[in-house]
Structure formats: C-alpha cells, structure tokens
C-alpha cells in the first residue's frame, strides 16, 4: 500500500512533505546548507499544526528508502551518493526531534497558562501547581518555567481582572534566581561536614546553615534558619505573614532542591548504598518540610482565612507531588514512614489526587506504595484501626497492579499492626502468608520481616496463652534469629532495626534483660544509620526496660529519657511507655536524686535532642502524670 494512503492524508499534504524533505537534502548535497538551524527554521515554517504524524511518516518513508539504496547500491559512486542523502536525512530526524521536543514545551506552556487563566482566582494558585508537577507526562523544565512566566506578565498585563498573575511569575523568577544561588554549593555541606540531610540538632550539621547564607531572599532564608536551629517551621510560620510570590518562590526553589539532590545522589558510582539512602532521606525530608508547612499555615493568625486555606492546601499538595514521585522510584521503602498525620479533607484531596492520574495509566503501583507508607505513618501514632484500612486498600491495589513486593510488605504491615492490637491469630496468619509468599516469589526482603513478625507474633501468643514451654520459645526464637540473619546479610538497615527490636523485645517479654540488651543497642545504631526515628525510639524505650531489669538506673534513664522524647516528636504512642518507665524510677529515686541524674545525663542528651529537647523532658513527664490522674 503506497505511504500516502496508510497515512490516511490527503495526498496533495503526503507529496508536500515529501517535497520539503527532498529540497532540503538538495540544498545539503549541493553545499547550500549554512547551519542545521536553517534546517529547523524550514521545519517551523513548512509544517502545519496537527499534521506532525503525517511528516513522520514521511521521513520515515524516505529514510527507509535511501538506507535500501546505500545497503543495494550497484557502484560505490552510487552508493557515496546515497550516503549523503542518508546523511541530510539524519539531520532532518534530529531537527525534527528538536521541534518535536520544543513543540511539546510551547504546547504544555500554552495548556498550562490557560488552566491559570481559567481558574477562579482563589484557585489560581492551585492550577499554577499542577504546571510545576514533576510527575506531569511534558513537565517544564527550568527554562519552560520562565518561558510560562513570561506568558503569565503578558496575560496580566492586558487583562485588569489577572491582577494577581504577577505575583505569581515574580514568585518564579525569585525561585529560579534563588536556586541559580545555590546551584553551584548545592552539595558542598556534605564534603564538610559527613552526615545525611534532615532535621540535623545542630546548626554545624547539614546543609541548612549554608544554604541560608547564600539565598538573599527573606523568606527561603529564614526558613532554612529555622530548619538549621532545629525549630519548628510550623510554629515559625505562624508569625508570618506571606504573600503568594513568597509561596511561589519556596515552592520553585524547593522542588528544584530537590530534584537536583536526588539527581546527583543517584549517580553516586563509589556507593550506591549511600547514595540511595541519602536520595530516600532527601524525599522524606522534603515531605516533612511541606507536611510542617501545611500544619503551620493551618494555625497562622496572620492571614485570612482564603489565604490560610489556600496555602495550606497547596503545601499538603506539594506533599503528594513528593510522595508521588517518591513511590516511582526502585528504592523506594516499603517498610518505613514519614508520619505524616493526614486525617479528614486532607486525607480525601490525597486519595483523589492518586485516583485522578493513576485512572489514566495501567496498573496502580503508586497509589500502592503511598498508601503502604501511610499505613506504617498511622501505626506508629497509634492508629491502628486507619493503618488496617490503608494496607488493607495497599494489599489489594498491589494485587491489581501485579506489585509482589509491595503486596508482601502489606502483609507484613498488617501483620504488625495486628500486633498491636494484640490479635495475635490474626498476626500469625499474615506473617505466614507473607513468608510463603516471599518464598514463591525469592523477595529476600520480604522474608526476613516476614520471619521477624512470624517470631515475634509466636513469642507474644505464647505469653498471653502462658504456654512459654522450651519448644514454643526455641521456635520462636529461631523465627526470629533467621529473620535477623538474612537481614544482615542483606544489609537493610531498617529491617535489621525492627529484627533487632524484635528480638531484643522478645528477649525483654521472656525475661531475660541480659540477652535483650545488645539486641537493642545495635536496634538502635541501625535506626539512626536509616533515619527511622520510629523503630529508633520504639529500640530505647525497650532498651530502658533491660536496663531496669538488671538494675542499671542510669542507663535506663538515659534510654528512657531518648525514648520518650524521640517518640513523642513523631506523635507515636509507645512513648507513654518510656514515661511510665521514668515515673516509676522517679517514684523510687524520690523527686530529687531523680533530678540531679537527669541534670548528670545533660551533656550526653543535648547532642541528641537539644536544649530545647532538654528542658521539653519534664513537660513530658508531667502530661503522662495528669493523664494518668484524669
């Protein structure tokens, strides 16, 4: 069938293009050629909008038809020829995959500035976002940012009911002209000083010191003050008062933070360990950011209640773009949290915003995971019942999208949390799918946390049934002795802190301290080498329990006192366990001896917590007492 008919074009269009392929190689062989931008200015103005599947076609046509010549040629005179011919039409396909690319650009700028033009004017900003969305098919790139800049001033300008679009593009310019100041230190910090970013207790540590040094803007400035004091962004932002180009400036300058971060951690060839697990901690850390910024605009009494809600709502949906984004990546953690406590319209604008773009592609992979990562974020503050419901819908949707590893670890989840609510059947029942399934399927991963829930589960129904024979322990304890080993040498660090948590706590359960407490010690060396300030937390508050057992006071205020604190920051509520732990020692110390070891145990909690850390200590204390006594 002749090409013009399979394009199902009109003929007159089919040998038009034809036409400019063939000048333009004319022009090429006879030496006419000055640059290969002439050869994409011919493209922009020979084309017509719409009809770019009928010039590929085209090219494809000849190009296939000249490729025959040089592979069939009778001479090699002939053959040169054709050479050259194939060669202009090379060109031509890299011009054209250049106009293609620009195209796309100029047609997601132009979709994006109308989706802004178009929104009420308290949604603006909210349009304006899905435009910066990392995980939109034609994503804008830097100079695509600027570009829908420069069309938002234009649109402004000759309409006075878009008053507000200049703060918008102002709000980009500064973000871009921001990053552009930290681009070239972007990572400096990490030659100066070895650790992993986040919420680092001093301001020497991380990158937030130097970073607020070299932006000039007051905004981006002070937040990255706050972050490297160790204060809270929510309560900073509840003394500010903000317009939208300070938001816009944050939220262009963050994402591209960001990416570039995560861009460079990946390509770390030295040591891709450390390079993934800084891009994980770069993810979470930058959820946590917008999480504190969603909670801060929240309670601000300095804006009014349309702008209150409308940066609040944009922050929370920064939050899902990361977390979206985030779920894509192979690295992802399927055993950890960010405890991000989403509850009422924030929980439903996150669910829509997953069902909306994962409806429109095969398979529901993301959603999965979000909805994995959440489930572990709503155990660990207590919130069984929501945990259930999230890997219960993470279990099925894994199930749809063919995700096993991501099904595997919703076993284990569910596993866990029925753990924690002590329906110890039902706990058993999923760890051993979970391990029969890993078995199947060779998720190394997955079977050493299914082995440690199966274990752990068997030590605690043995309790409750007060059946703690030797066979039941040994079983149990070889449950959990498998799950540690394959951790290990798997060398995940989040898995090897909840076997070693396990185990230290089955340890703690059967009564015997001694055995527990290197178990939990490494628990929570391996905790802090993760990040996972949960199972970090959850290691001492157990590790104070054995301390306690083999009459080890100090220690097991020490650990007691990190428990409580680490644990309470996160909102989880094992860290009543700690408390009550430190109202007994406090009862049996008396009030002052009490005092003077937590004023003797200063210097070594404030590297870990802070002053502000420090001082928060009592106050804990104090809220367990009145909510014991209420």
């Known amino acids: 069938m002749p090409p013009e008919q399979e394009s199902g074009a009109p003929v007159s269009m089919v040998d038009r293009y034809y036409g400019v392929i063939d000048q333009i190689v004319t022009i090429t062989l006879k030496g006419q050629l000055r640059s290969k931008e002439q050869i994409y200015q011919q493209l922009l103005q020979d084309i017509e909008a719409g009809t770019g599947e009928v010039f590929e076609r085209c090219l494809t046509d000849r190009l296939t038809q000249t490729q025959a010549q040089v592979d069939n040629a009778a001479d090699e005179l002939k053959q040169a020829k054709a050479s050259r011919s194939l060669r202009a039409m090379q060109a031509i396909l890299k011009e054209w995959e250049r106009y293609q690319k620009e195209q796309q650009v100029t047609g997601a700028i132009t979709q994006a500035q109308q989706a802004i033009l178009n929104a009420a004017p308290n949604e603006r900003l909210l349009a304006w976002l899905s435009a910066l969305d990392a995980n939109q098919e034609n994503k804008l790139d830097w100079d695509g940012l600027k570009q829908l800049a420069q069309a938002l001033d234009r649109a402004g300008t000759t309409d006075t009911t878009l008053a507000d679009l200049p703060q918008i593009s102002a709000g980009m310019r500064s973000g871009l002209e921001s990053y552009q100041r930290l681009e070239d230190v972007l990572v400096r910090w990490i030659y100066e000083v070895p650790s992993s970013i986040g919420f680092e207790g001093s301001v020497a540590a991380g990158p937030w010191k130097l970073w607020s040094a070299q932006v000039n803007h007051v905004f981006p400035k002070q937040l990255f003050q706050t972050i490297g004091a160790n204060q809270s962004i929510a309560q900073w932002l509840e003394q500010q008062s903000i317009t939208v180009k300070d938001w816009v400036e944050l939220a262009v300058l963050l994402q591209a933070v960001q990416r570039s971060l995560v861009t460079w951690f990946e390509k770390q060839p030295y040591s891709s360990k450390w390079g993934t697990a800084q891009s994980i901690a770069t993810f979470l850390t930058f959820a946590a950011i917008w999480c504190e910024m969603m909670n801060g605009f929240d309670r601000t009494a300095l804006l009014n209640p349309t702008s209150r809600q409308q940066f609040s709502q944009a922050s929370f949906q920064m939050l899902l773009q990361i977390l979206r984004s985030f779920s894509q990546q192979a690295y992802?953690?399927?055993?950890?949290?960010?405890?991000?406590?989403?509850?009422?319209?924030?929980?439903?604008?996150?669910?829509?915003?997953?069902?909306?773009?994962?409806?429109?592609?095969?398979?529901?992979?993301?959603?999965?995971?979000?909805?994995?990562?959440?489930?572990?974020?709503?155990?660990?503050?207590?919130?069984?019942?929501?945990?259930?419901?999230?890997?219960?819908?993470?279990?099925?949707?894994?199930?749809?999208?063919?995700?096993?590893?991501?099904?595997?670890?919703?076993?284990?989840?569910?596993?866990?949390?029925?753990?924690?609510?002590?329906?110890?059947?039902?706990?058993?029942?999923?760890?051993?799918?979970?391990?029969?399934?890993?078995?199947?399927?060779?998720?190394?991963?997955?079977?050493?946390?299914?082995?440690?829930?199966?274990?752990?589960?068997?030590?605690?129904?043995?309790?409750?049934?007060?059946?703690?024979?030797?066979?039941?322990?040994?079983?149990?304890?070889?449950?959990?002795?498998?799950?540690?080993?394959?951790?290990?040498?798997?060398?995940?660090?989040?898995?090897?802190?909840?076997?070693?948590?396990?185990?230290?706590?089955?340890?703690?359960?059967?009564?015997?301290?001694?055995?527990?407490?290197?178990?939990?010690?490494?628990?929570?060396?391996?905790?802090?080498?993760?990040?996972?300030?949960?199972?970090?937390?959850?290691?001492?508050?157990?590790?104070?329990?054995?301390?306690?057992?083999?009459?080890?006071?100090?220690?097991?205020?020490?650990?007691?006192?990190?428990?409580?604190?680490?644990?309470?920051?996160?909102?989880?509520?094992?860290?009543?366990?700690?408390?009550?732990?430190?109202?007994?020692?406090?009862?049996?110390?008396?009030?002052?001896?009490?005092?003077?070891?937590?004023?003797?145990?200063?210097?070594?909690?404030?590297?870990?917590?802070?002053?502000?850390?420090?001082?928060?200590?009592?106050?804990?204390?104090?809220?367990?007492?009145?909510?014991?006594?209420?």
């Open 332 to 630: 992802f953690p399927l055993y950890g949290g960010i405890f991000a406590l989403l509850s009422g319209d924030y929980l439903k604008n996150a669910l829509t915003y997953l069902d909306e773009p994962l409806k429109r592609v095969e398979g529901t992979q993301e959603k999965a995971r979000i909805l994995t990562l959440l489930g572990y974020s709503e155990r660990a503050i207590g919130q069984y019942d929501r945990a259930l419901a999230f890997h219960q819908q993470a279990l099925e949707t894994a199930r749809t999208a063919g995700d096993q590893p991501c099904e595997i670890a919703n076993l284990n989840h569910l596993s866990r949390t029925y753990l924690a609510q002590k329906e110890y059947a039902k706990a058993i029942d999923n760890s051993q799918r979970a391990l029969i399934l890993t078995r199947q399927v060779g998720d190394r991963l997955g079977e050493a946390n299914a082995l440690t829930n199966l274990g752990y589960s068997e030590v605690l129904s043995a309790k409750e049934e007060d059946r703690m024979d030797s066979d039941s322990y040994e079983m149990a304890v070889n449950y959990l002795e498998q799950g540690l080993q394959l951790a290990e040498k798997l060398g995940d660090r989040q898995s090897q802190s909840l076997c070693y948590n396990s185990l230290g706590m089955a340890y703690v359960i059967l009564e015997q301290p001694q055995q527990a407490i290197p178990c939990l010690e490494k628990g929570v060396k391996t905790a802090q080498a993760s990040g996972d300030l949960y199972l970090q937390g959850l290691n001492l508050a157990y590790l104070a329990e054995a301390y306690y057992g083999i009459g080890e006071r100090e220690k097991a205020l020490y650990a007691a006192f990190l428990g409580m604190y680490l644990l309470e920051q996160i909102q989880a509520v094992e860290w009543r366990q700690s408390a009550a732990l430190l109202s007994i020692l406090q009862g049996q110390l008396g009030a002052d001896l009490f005092e003077q070891l937590r004023r003797q145990l200063r210097p070594n909690l404030i590297p870990v917590i802070g002053v502000d850390g420090y001082d928060h200590l009592p106050t804990l204390l104090e809220q367990y007492r009145r909510s014991m006594e209420g």
